[in-house]
């Protein structure tokens, strides 16, 4: 696609259970980077992929989140035993990757899906 | 830590009128600087960055920013203001690659007619 998907777009999950949330990067994108936004905040970071592997996980707030991207293209979050504090937007960016030196790629973000927890 | 500051929650303006937003940033070295804007709905879209050279840096939608090293400051700026500027807009700051955002926590444009 042109730019960045994310689905659902909404989820309501009732507080325990377990949501998974799906992230398609722009085609041939290496990186992919998972943020979450809660309300009247700027956008948290997660975690960050680089093809298939997860290169940094020290934004994830518990134990109860895991994010994957078992092909180095698709990304999924899940959350289990999901609690009202979970309750935010998560965004999905993704972006090329330049090997050697210093360089910048820019993160194309997707909507986003707003999580609501009850 | 590396941290943003953004000293106005919501800022409103008449349309026509000149625009700056603040952002303070700390971090140990030059860092690199963004400023994204979000619209209901939307993701978030990428108005201009710096790296480095000219202080000045001009992105989309005639909105322009000026790095101020001494103040550690990053404000964007637009000369006329349009309704369809009305959205969130966040400045950021990055390591080295572009890894690991950090975003301030917004600036809501509201703009009259």
Redesign the interface.
Known sequence: GA??SQSPRYKVAKRGQDVALRCDPISGHV?L?W?QQAL??????LT?FQNEAQL?KSGLPSDRFFAERPEGSVSTLKIQRTQQEDSAVY?C?S?LW?SGG???????????TRLTVL | AQSVTQPDIHITVSEGASLELRCNYSYGATPYLFWYVQSPGQGLQLLLKYFSGDTLVQGIKGFEAEFKRSQSSFNLRKPSVHWSDAAEYFCAVAHTGGFKTIFGAGTRLFVKA
């Open positions: 730019g960045v990186s980077f943020y009247g905040q700027g956008p948290e970071f960050y940094d965004l960016a972006s330049a210093v360089s910048y790629n820019e993160q194309f973000f997707g909507p986003g």
